[in-house]
């Protein structure tokens, strides 16, 4: 069940400060979306709250977009927001500091074949650039389950 595309390898993405990747599958809805593109600050400071890239802890080879719900020992808690969806430490545990690769800063939305009039693609032109920032309240929330 894969989380996210591959970021292109022009060199490794641990030793670039930003990255980019897709999101595939629907775990971070309404959040993020399949098909979003994400702008990854990496090696950025994780805090509670935070939308993360990361590798899953059983398939290092793939990359996975979580929230960091709570630090705990070992690592971090992370949960998808779309709880119906799995995939996160509730299946798997908690996530070493060294798999967290970096926390999502920007999304970008991609335009929609259906978006040709010139009203649609002014609507999608002020709603497809957004800054992703910490959800505090998401993850008081996410402790409480």
Known sequence: MPELSQETEHGRAEERPFG???VTGPSMV???RHGDLLVVRHRARVRPGDIVILRHPFQQDLLVVKRAAERREG??????DNGYAGGDSTDYGVVPDELVLGTVRLRLRPRRPDQRSPFALARWALSAVR???AD???SRRLRAR
């Open 20 to 22: 980019w990747a897709e």
């Open 30 to 32: 309404p959040t993020l």
């Open 75 to 80: 690592g971090w808690w992370v949960l998808a």
């Open 131 to 133: 800054p992703v920032f």
């Open 136 to 138: 505090r309240s998401a």
